[in-house]
């Protein structure tokens, strides 16, 4: 299926403040023009038997600050607690919880990417999802003058009628691919055995949600946001829970005084599904997403379903222009928002753009930066990456021999002379040693995916990304041949990397055409 079918084109949602001069300009390159700081929605209370570490890091992912205290901790990464992810390319304050029963934090040896803001008690692990939201500041270049002065209008609509709460572009893959690969596999039965698609029953059903909801939002907002309709579903502040609008001018005051908030649908079974005339947009909306009732039944499978709010308020929203051609923005949004789409909203930079907080990459090839890509791919063209590149590209060719079958004594032995081999010995036996056994464990504890996952955030540029795969591709066909169940997994591995399924078949076609 052609991923760029209209039928499956990610919709592009509209923007609130399209009918104002736009500010211009993008997020700047440096990870300090883009800052992002976890809130909490309730107190420590400084006892108990976990350890809550207010963290800074810069140029790492969560996993691999996780891993990071994990190690240092002495205990398993899934011991450390942590509410959710943020942004590698930026400089983010978030917290991690620990058991008590460990080695003092203040005695730690830690990189200079990540440092410790502070630490308290609480008797609770952190959880996923436990956060209020998070503020963001970010610095925008090559604003064109009058940007403050346009900016400042955006931000006054916004905090007057609200911010739609689109999810982001990033929730679809490159370039929106994701979407019909998702629409695809859920209509073939979710194909590919339950250990092999693991991500794929996290990822897929959550774009198909993503997408229903996006294009629910944009038919609701022709209607307009501040009016209720009969059978609107509306969360209510507070408790949460949410309830059917019989009668729209009964319940029109309390929207209007914020008592109450629109929903849209995140289908499936459990979901409290719309009457009425919102009903006939939910349903027009999955429609227009490709969804149809068997596929929508398929999707419950997978997801119970909920209700998320349509319309967001940016908290404390403050403006500054440092030097001219710069602002710098501050605002809060609640968990599970985009920052992106509010940021949207000033430069009007497109839904499917690359990121613009990311530094310009050398063309791929040029020595320091993309080893080449060849037929047969060399490591010892990798001599110039950083360590913890490398290791990803070294992961990557492990996670490809590891995936059906333990490695024998024999097989391991053999397996590490090769990386010592490809690698130039930048990598000390004890090195591989270590990398291999983490692996293993990790694989075992948190599943293949979220290794794959890891691998991706280590290896930001696209083409890296590619030559990992072709690693994979490589360590696959070492016999000579990629059977079809290894051709389905290559497939798998592509998407997790976000190398797109054509280039992964070329890769496949040109390293093991047998």
């Known amino acids: 299926m052609d991923p760029q079918t209209p039928r499956h084109r990610v919709h592009e949602p509209q923007l609130c403040s399209a009918d104002l001069p736009a500010a211009g300009g993008a997020i700047g390159p440096e990870p300090e023009d883009f800052r992002v700081d976890e809130v909490l929605d309730w107190p420590l209370e400084g006892t108990g038997d976990h350890v809550w570490l207010r963290i800074e890091k810069r140029l790492l992912n969560t996993q691999d600050a996780i891993e990071i205290v994990a190690r240092a901790a002495g205990i398993r990464g899934r011991d450390v607690g942590s509410a959710g992810m943020k942004d590698k390319h930026a400089v983010t304050a978030q917290w991690l919880s620990i058991p008590a029963n460990v080695k003092d934090p203040s005695t730690w040896q830690l990189p200079d990417s990540l440092r410790i803001l502070e630490s308290t008690r609480h008797p609770k692990k952190l959880r996923t999802g436990q956060l209020a939201g998070n503020r963001f500041t970010i610095r925008l270049v090559g604003v064109p003058a009058g940007g403050a002065a346009r900016a400042e209008a955006i931000v006054a609509r916004l905090q007057e009628r609200g911010l739609p709460n689109h999810f982001g572009a990033q929730r679809f893959g490159i370039d929106g691919k994701n979407l019909a690969r998702a629409v695809e596999w859920l209509a073939s039965g979710a194909r590919g055995d339950q250990k092999r698609g693991r991500f794929y029953t996290k990822l897929y059903p959550s774009v198909v949600q993503s997408e229903v909801f996006n294009r629910y939002l944009t038919l609701r907002s022709e209607l307009g946001l501040t009016r209720l309709i009969p059978g609107d579903v509306v969360r209510l502040e507070g408790s949460g829970s949410v309830f059917l609008v019989e009668d729209p001018a009964r319940e029109q005051s309390r929207l209007d005084e914020g008592d109450i908030h629109l929903t849209g649908p995140m289908p499936g079974p459990k979901m409290r599904r719309a009457s009425g005339a919102a ?27 909920t209700r998320r709010d349509l319309l967001i308020q940016p908290g404390e929203p403050t403006l500054s222009e440092p030097e001219p051609g710069q602002l710098v923005l501050s605002f809060f949004l609640p968990a599970g928002s985009y920052a992106t789409e509010l940021i949207r909203e000033l430069t009007r930079a497109p839904f499917f753009s690359p990121r613009q907080d990311r530094p310009p990459l050398a063309a791929e090839g040029s020595r320091g930066n993309l080893p080449p890509l060849m037929n047969r791919f060399d490591m010892t063209d990798a001599q110039d990456l950083p360590p913890p590149k490398l290791e990803a590209l070294v992961e990557m060719m492990f996670l490809a021999a590891f995936a059906d079958r333990e490695l024998s004594e024999a097989e391991q032995a053999h397996f590490k002379q090769s990386l010592q081999s490809l690698t130039s ?11 291999l056994s983490r692996v293993k464990t990790d694989v075992g504890t948190h599943g293949r995916e979220a290794r794959l996952v890891s691998v991706k955030e280590r290896l930001p540029e696209p083409g890296l990304r590619k030559v990992a795969l072709a690693l994979a591709i490589q360590v696959t066909a070492a016999d000579g041949i990629i059977r079809t169940s290894e051709r389905e997994l290559i497939m798998e591995t592509a998407d997790a990397l976000e190398v797109d ?12 055409p047998g």
């Open 501 to 512: 399924r054509d280039e992964a078949a070329d890769l496949v076609r040109k390293l093991a």
């Open 279 to 305: 009903l006939e947009l939910e349903e027009r909306a999955a429609r227009d997403a490709g969804c149809d009732a068997d596929l929508l039944d398929k999707l419950g499978r997978f997801v119970d379903g």
């Open 425 to 435: 010995s930048r990598l000390a036996a004890d090195e591989v040693d270590a990398l």
